[in-house]
């Protein structure tokens, strides 16, 4: 299924919440470092018109493809993983009055069953949000060892451990798998008792996506060039999706607040705005956090 034939629909996250507390204006100019399907850029740009001074940057070819509407209105778009894009535009000394990071996958990712997200749409095992990148889910659960997989659903996906531990052994008896409907499959037969909310299948999922992706340290370390991106007077906004992000976004945000004079950033958000309360329509913001900061 191409993209082109079934337009994506994306709703950003926390939308309100980030137009008011990132509050854009007129002639500023605007970095999105994970501007996926442009939900928040519409809005953003909408606002201040500075698309020749605006950066959008995804790591997912689709996602750019669907950018191109505001490059044909001069915006600048960036194909690459944001860390990447983040230590360019440091390098070139650019600044920005606005910053947004909106973390996690985005609704056609997950939708679109050969990207291989998602345990309800049955596809190739993947996870790649950038096709360019050789590792994939698939290579991760048939290859590693058991205290590695154990690792990344316990750590990544925020499995309890003996649960991890049971899951990894039925994934190991069944090898090899190449779907994500039999990953799911396997853990269904392993999970133990009943389940309401959550599926089973989540955290691991979840676990081999940030593993795939390397999600974590793209955020711990992109998080300390913000100071340097924004201008005196810019705000940051981070939305996050699991607690292991928004803790990172949280300590960053205290140590460059907290220096006396010499911080860097003033906290706007002392508690994150959360999904459940501020978004309740949108199903994908049920466990969004967003956090923002200025810079002194
Ligand atoms: C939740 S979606 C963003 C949606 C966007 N705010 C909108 O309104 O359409 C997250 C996007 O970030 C991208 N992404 C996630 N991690 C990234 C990274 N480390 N570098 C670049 N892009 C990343 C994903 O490919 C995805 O398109």
Same mark, same amino acid.
């Given at each position: 299924?191409?993209?082109?034939?079934h337009?994506?629909l994306?709703?950003p996250?926390?939308l309100?919440?980030?137009?008011?507390?990132?509050?854009?204006?007129?002639?500023?100019?605007?970095?999105?470092?994970?501007?996926?399907?442009?939900?928040?850029?519409?809005?953003?740009?909408?606002?201040?018109?500075?698309y020749?001074?605006s950066?959008?940057?995804?790591?997912?070819?689709?996602?750019?493809?669907?950018?191109?509407?505001f490059?044909?209105?001069g915006?600048r778009?960036?194909h690459?993983?944001f860390?990447?894009?983040? *230590?360019?535009?440091?390098?070139?000394?650019?600044?920005?009055?606005?910053?947004?990071?909106?973390?996690?996958?985005?609704?056609p990712?997950?939708?679109?069953?050969?990207?291989g997200?998602?345990?309800?749409?049955?596809?190739?095992?993947?996870?790649?949000?950038?096709?360019?990148n050789?590792?994939?889910?698939e290579?991760?659960?048939?290859?590693?060892?058991?205290?590695?997989l154990?690792?990344?659903?316990?750590?990544y996906?925020?499995?309890?451990a003996?649960?991890?531990?049971?899951?990894?052994d039925?994934?190991?008896s069944? *090898?090899?798998?190449?779907?994500?409907?039999?990953?799911?499959?396997v853990?269904?037969?392993?999970?133990?008792?009943?389940?309401?909310?959550?599926?089973?299948?989540? *955290?691991?999922?979840?676990?081999?996506?940030?593993?795939?992706?390397?999600?974590?340290?793209?955020?711990?370390?992109v998080?300390?060039?913000?100071t340097?991106?924004l201008?005196?007077?810019?705000?940051?906004?981070?939305?996050?999706?699991?607690?292991l992000e928004d803790?990172?976004?949280?300590?960053?945000?205290?140590?460059?607040?907290?220096?006396?004079y010499?911080?860097?950033?003033?906290?706007?958000?002392?508690?994150?705005?959360?999904?459940a309360?501020?978004?309740?329509?949108?199903?994908?913001?049920r466990?969004?956090?967003?956090?923002?900061?200025?810079?002194?």
């Amino acid at each position: 299924m191409s993209i082109k034939e079934h337009p994506p629909l994306h709703v950003p996250v926390l939308l309100e919440s980030v137009l008011q507390l990132l509050d854009p204006k007129l002639g500023e100019n605007y970095l999105d470092l994970t501007a996926g399907y442009g939900g928040h850029a519409d809005a953003i740009l909408g606002i201040t018109t500075n698309y020749a001074e605006s950066v959008l940057v995804d790591r997912d070819e689709c996602a750019i493809r669907t950018l191109e509407r505001f490059s044909t209105q001069g915006a600048r778009l960036v194909h690459t993983d944001f860390l990447a894009a983040a *230590r360019q535009l440091v390098s070139q000394g650019t600044q920005f009055s606005l910053i947004l990071i909106d973390l996690g996958v985005s609704s056609p990712q997950l939708d679109i069953a050969s990207r291989g997200f998602s345990f309800t749409h049955d596809g190739p095992l993947d996870m790649r949000m950038d096709h360019r990148n050789q590792l994939t889910a698939e290579r991760l659960v048939n290859t590693l060892r058991r205290d590695e997989l154990v690792r990344i659903i316990s750590e990544y996906g925020e499995e309890p451990a003996g649960v991890a531990r049971r899951y990894v052994d039925a994934i190991i008896s069944a *090898r090899p798998l190449h779907t994500t409907g039999e990953l799911r499959d396997v853990i269904l037969g392993a999970h133990v008792g009943r389940w309401q909310r959550t599926h089973p299948a989540t *955290r691991t999922f979840q676990g081999l996506r940030i593993a795939v992706n390397d999600e974590l340290r793209q955020v711990e370390q992109v998080l300390p060039l913000m100071t340097q991106l924004l201008r005196p007077g810019g705000r940051v906004g981070v939305i996050s999706f699991h607690s292991l992000e928004d803790r990172m976004v949280k300590r960053y945000f205290a140590e460059q607040s907290q220096a006396g004079y010499e911080a860097e950033l003033q906290i706007l958000t002392r508690k994150p705005i959360d999904g459940a309360t501020y978004d309740v329509h949108n199903p994908r913001a049920r466990s969004a956090k967003l956090r923002v900061a200025v810079k002194k």
